[in-house]
């Protein structure tokens, strides 16, 4: 049985998502605060073995909050107990299930299968913290006044008492078919588990627990168990016997060593008081020896071990999560009625972690499951599926485009809520694929956080790349909202790749501002580069992507499609989450450069000896210095960034760095919490 989808209402910023699930891992990434850790929470407090983490105001979203004034206010004009039942706010979550692999073998699963349709393989369960039947009165017991300042310090208590957690299991093909199912019977058909974000193991004060110790104790625990493997059984029934071998010395001579310290308590000489004949008895299991005295070391040569805190913690973090699995593993097949689906949640796997290893756990994941399956299993398939939610770019980029889940902030100015957007859907048409590609092998290669910044900049080549920390430092001095202050990701693409990622920028909703050339080019020349005065077409394939209204002159009275792309507006190079920013002239009527390098030095003349005062001259000479630098630009860049750094930024790129700077996207946020 796979999780297809679940769908959340009301968890903190989670207030209406659809999160589709992959067959094997999905990968949750995006900015902090996004909603990724009340993901988790919500599984974790919904299948909770003991039902007994309870939800508290605080974890409704900000809106649903309102309904509770709503629905009082309802109360308060006498409507019905169904609707003013209708306007209590639940915080739900609703699983639909496939069990294609489970047809003959429902098991618990038939609990939840209530349509009569045989060709349906789809189950819909729902669970909702709502409020218990009947409490209404009791919910706004004393309570008129919506306004009432107290009003949110009342139902906060109340909410704790009043609500209760719900199973029900929906037909799929009638929504208004319906049955309860207890909650035993949703933890006997999917098990959820978790490897927490913190996991202790920067810990190495002596006090500490050795915690691969404690995961230990944990797997001989299930091994012990009669529903366990009978190889498990085995190994842990020897270990009970040769711990059973100690407790008969135990109840022999060490005991009869222990009454000797034992005083009598005649010697005491109270009167009355009659000698219980006290005795000892010390009672050794092996369970509580490997909880208690049992450590994990590391051998070294010469018989020496080190204690499990002496490894790097990057080593000890991703042995902590194979020990981790290793235990879920052996507890899923040491319950007495195994699971038909199997969560677990992995926070931040890649504390600790250099890159290389991040990229190969991603990647090695779900194998490690079916090695456990075939190796310990008899070949009977672990029904896992793993969510993982990460901040590594390492991780992010080496995962499949298919597993990957962007979690975003929306803001509309007053409240804010989470947006999951799958990759996997925003590039499923073919001709998206050349997009798509592009992009999997660029992340891949690169690294790039584009999934974590809040804003980015796309730039040409290695000498806007070397010179774009100048370029903020310098244009910082000169705003409000420090562009350094941001968290800002850069990437080096090329005019001629840059349209590749417009569709992916917009999926991301991340304001980005693409810098890019001109290069103009002379059609009636063979299409050979030329100064932008005498260029009538661009060689700018991001440039003619970006403006898709440019029209091909017919007659000698039209724009040039150089002359259409110079002519457009500052309005114009804005596209929603995105601009461009390309040469323009430094003055009314001034001359433009082709290129970075020479629109610099027109910037900067006196810094390059251009001396002429002609439009056309100074355009000229900027030109050809520009064109002597082909195998030199990296030099030049480092010249100008950590030499000489007293010059001006050219006029395209400060319009650009000064858009960009300005607040995020109405629609996203930074500053909300997670919850």
């Keep these: 049985m796979k999780i297809k989808n679940a769908r959340i209402n009301n968890f903190r910023l989670l207030k209406n998502i659809d999160l589709s699930f992959n067959d094997k891992s999905t990968v949750i990434v995006g900015r902090n605060n996004s909603g990724k850790t009340s993901l988790t929470e919500i599984f974790r407090r919904f299948f909770s073995e003991s039902n007994s983490q309870k939800f508290k105001l605080e974890d409704f979203s900000i809106s649903a909050i309102e309904k509770f004034r709503k629905a009082l206010t309802n109360k308060s004009a006498d409507e019905g107990e169904d609707t003013i039942r209708d306007l209590f706010p ?155 071998k100690i407790q008969n010395f135990i109840d022999t001579d060490l005991k009869e060593k222990l009454d000797e310290f034992l005083p009598t308590l005649s ?15 010390t009672t050794f299991n092996a369970e509580t020896i490997v909880e208690s005295n049992t450590k994990i070391l590391y051998k070294k040569s010469e018989g020496i071990t080190l204690p499990e805190t002496y490894n790097g913690l990057g080593s000890r973090n991703l042995i902590f999560i194979l020990f981790k699995l290793f235990e879920y593993f052996r507890k899923y097949q ?50 896992v599926q793993f969510v993982v939610s990460t901040h590594s770019t390492h991780i992010a980029n080496e995962a499949d485009f298919d597993t990957i889940r962007y979690f975003l902030t929306k803001n509309d100015g007053i409240l804010a809520e989470t947006e999951i957007k799958d990759l996997k859907e925003a590039f499923k048409t073919e001709e998206d694929n050349d997009d798509k590609d592009f992009i999997y092998k660029y992340l891949t290669l690169t690294k790039s956080d584009l999934f974590f910044s809040d804003k980015a900049i796309l730039i040409e080549g290695a000498t806007e790349r070397i010179l774009m920390p100048s370029f903020i430092k310098k244009i910082d001095s000169e705003l409000e909202k420090k562009l350094s202050s941001q968290y800002l990701t850069i990437l080096e693409v090329g005019g001629a790749y840059a349209h590749h990622f417009y569709k992916f920028l917009d999926f991301l909703n991340l304001k980005t501002l693409i810098i890019t050339d001109l290069d103009a080019i002379d059609t009636n020349n063979n299409r050979t580069a030329c100064l932008v005065s005498k260029g009538n077409e661009t060689s700018n394939t991001g440039l003619k992507k970006w403006f898709s209204d440019l029209q091909e002159p017919v007659s000698d009275g039209d724009d040039s499609i150089l002359s259409q792309i110079q002519l457009k507006t500052f309005e114009e190079k804005e596209l929603e989450a995105r601009r461009i920013s390309y040469q323009i002239p430094e003055g009314e009527h001034g001359p433009c450069g082709r290129s970075f390098e020479d629109a610099f030095m027109i910037t900067n003349k006196a810094l390059f000896g251009i001396t002429q005062n002609e439009k056309s001259a100074i355009e000229k000479e900027a030109y050809e210095q520009a064109e002597k630098l082909k195998n ?44």
Aim: avoid cysteine.
């Design 90 to 244: 639940k915080i739900e979550l609703q699983l639909l299930v496939d069990y294609d692999d489970n047809k003959f073998d429902y098991g618990v699963l038939s609990e939840f299968i209530i349509d009569l349709e045989e060709e349906n393989t789809e189950a819909i369960i729902n669970i909702s913290y709502q409020l218990k039947d009947g409490k209404i009165k009791a919910f706004f017991y004393d309570l008129d006044d919506p306004k009432n300042p107290e009003f949110l310090n009342i139902i906060r208590e109340r909410i704790v008492k009043l609500y209760t957690t719900e199973i029900t299991a929906i037909d799929p093909t009638d929504n208004t078919n319906i049955i309860k199912v207890d909650h035993s019977k949703l933890l006997e058909l999917i098990g959820v588990d978790f490897i927490n974000a913190q996991r202790g193991l920067d810990d190495v004060t002596q006090s500490e627990r050795d915690v691969l110790g404690k995961v230990l104790s944990s797997i001989f625990k299930n091994a012990s168990n009669e529903n366990a493997s009978e190889d498990m059984k085995q190994k842990s029934k020897s270990l009970n016997e040769e711990v059973d």
């Design 267 to 281: 010697m005491f000489g109270y009167p009355g008081l009659s000698d219980p004949n006290l005795t000892t008895k």
């Design 334 to 383: 040491s319950n007495p009625i195994l699971v038909k689906n199997h969560l677990i949640f992995i926070e931040e796997p890649e504390a600790h972690l250099h890159p290389q290893m991040q990229e190969v756990f991603i990647s090695k994941l779900y194998s490690i499951a079916e090695t456990f399956s075939n190796d310990l299993n008899k070949g009977v398939k672990w029904p």
């Design 632 to 675: 030199k630009k990296a030099n030049f860049a480092l010249e100008y960034a950590l030499e000489k750094t007293d010059w001006n930024i050219p006029l395209y790129i400060k319009e650009g760095l000064t858009w960009l700077s300005k607040n995020v996207l109405t629609n996203q946020t930074t500053e909300e919490n997670d919850n």
